[in-house]
């Protein structure tokens, strides 16, 4: 299903045309209003109608999260104060807050985005949505609230937490969709299990949009395998509205950028050198239609791979494959480069292997492992218990290539997020 066929499968000749005039208005209109980007381009000696075709963004520079946050609150504002009518910040996951304002036409041109993504995973009226993102300051549940609303859908700001009330709801009204992070929808799971309720028997979900935080395919299918329900990718970052910026198809086989509002590149994140489709490196994003607060080249520091090839939908806009990590969410024992999800893909694949687990990192040499396991494991066979530790030893080994401790743990033991999940503890910094 389409929410807007001609623009969803337009043809990317036009596609292109329509990016490079919306990226000459925004230069244009950056170097006019924005003083941080007129000294940039200064400095760079390059002039507005030195943008002639989409190539020649690379001669603009990056714009980085630091850059967000020198200019807080208004540095970056093409319109007047008068013309905002929102503000959200990010969570503050990396440092300190950053402002990021919308108009108007921002709010519904977000909206719009939303309405498409849900449309395409067959959503419509009559779902049920259950949010069940934090409404505030995180643009999660507002952003994707409004969307919802403007495809027909009737949503429940239930906001994230209070999982009893969370369950009563979506028993109450029938939810069929819950829009949730991947850390509370496998805590949702074991309450459910508490409680003995079976979610294909005694709830009507039978979709869910999870993002905020990255996950592996393997937990996509561990979700999907509980509630019986359909798991869509959800993508999106504060300084580039939100959610809504990269979804799953019906097909969930990489997530459709909305490329007629985001230009989009894949550099190497040490060079800065544009990257061949296909190759993993950082998302770089820049606005083609934010009235508000443009951005030009923004390192989103998240690693994907842009997905060669066109898609069984039918949708010519670019699909990008799930995000691997942060750059900054890699950390480095005894010289190997590790991203927590490589941990999580390995623990989320082994048959027995509970909802919760977290990374300690001891010392530049020594990482612990803590995970969750069901508990039919710890049935009282010692030996069994060893060799099922050894095992997973063995298999965080061949996909991190050093020797972690394992440590095996009874369901509920480690701390539970409601918002986004903190797994790496790095003690080295504490
Ligand atoms: P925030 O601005 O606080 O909403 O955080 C945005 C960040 O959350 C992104 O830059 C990503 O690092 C992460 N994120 C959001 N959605 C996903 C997703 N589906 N998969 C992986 N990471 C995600
Ligand atoms: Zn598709």
Redesign the pocket.
């Known amino acids: 299903m389409f929410w807007q066929r001609e623009v969803e499968s337009i043809d990317r000749g036009l596609l292109e045309k329509i990016q490079l005039e919306r990226l000459k208005e925004t230069v244009h209109r950056v170097y006019a209003h924005i003083p941080f980007y007129r000294r940039r381009f200064e400095e760079g000696n390059i002039a507005p109608e030195g943008i002639r075709t989409l190539g020649d963004i690379r001669k603009i520079p990056f714009t980085c999260n630091e850059d967000i946050q020198v200019n807080f609150p208004y540095g970056l504002l093409a319109v007047p104060k008068d013309d905002l009518v929102r503000l959200h910040t990010?969570?503050?996951?990396t440092g300190r807050p950053?402002a990021v304002f919308f108009s108007k036409r921002d709010i519904d041109q977000s909206t719009e985005l939303i309405a498409r993504c849900l449309v395409m995973t067959g959503m419509k009226r009559g779902d049920v949505l259950q949010n069940m993102m934090t409404y505030g300051l995180?643009?999660?549940a507002l952003v994707m609230h409004y969307g919802a609303e403007k495809a027909g859908i009737l949503v429940i700001p239930s906001g994230s937490g209070n999982t009893n009330r969370q369950i009563m709801l979506m028993q109450n009204f029938k939810t069929t969709a819950i829009h949730i992070t991947?850390s509370y929808i496998l805590y949702l799971a074991e309450v459910l299990e508490k409680k003995g309720i079976d979610p294909q028997r005694d709830l009507s979900l039978k979709r869910a949009f999870?993002?905020?935080?990255?996950?592996s395919e393997e937990t996509r299918k561990k979700i999907e395998d509980i509630f019986k329900i359909d798991v869509y990718?959800?993508?999106?970052?504060?300084?580039m509205n939100?959610?809504g910026v990269?979804f799953e198809c019906e097909w969930k086989q990489g997530?459709h950028i909305w490329e007629d509002n985001f230009l989009i590149e894949i550099i190497d994140p040490s060079t800065g050198d544009l990257l061949p489709e296909g190759q993993y490196g950082e998302l770089v994003l820049t606005t083609l239609c934010r009235e508000a607060m443009p951005i030009l080249r923004y390192r989103?520091?998240?690693i994907t791979s842009i997905i060669p090839g066109p898609c069984s939908c039918g949708r010519t806009h670019r699909r990008i494959s799930?995000?691997v990590?942060?750059s900054d969410?890699m950390f480095i024992i005894r010289g190997v480069n590790i991203f927590p999800q490589q941990i999580e893909r390995v623990l989320m694949g082994i048959e027995g292997v509970a909802r919760n687990y977290q990374i300690i990192l001891e010392s530049l040499d020594e990482m612990r492992v803590q995970v969750e396991i069901d508990r039919g494991i710890f049935d009282g066979n010692v030996d069994r218990l060893l060799r099922f530790q050894k095992d997973m030893t063995n298999k965080l080994r061949s996909e991190i290539l050093i020797l972690p401790k394992v440590e095996l743990l009874e369901p509920g033991v480690l701390p539970v997020f409601e918002g986004?999940a903190k797994r790496v503890i790095d003690k080295r910094t504490l």
């Not at 990718?233 to 300084?239: I, V």
Request: charged share 25%.
């Open positions: 990010s969570s503050g996951t950053k995180f643009t999660g991947p999870v993002g905020a935080e990255p996950y990718n959800s993508y999106g970052l504060t300084e939100g959610p990269a997530m989103t520091r998240d799930r995000i990590g942060r969410d986004k």
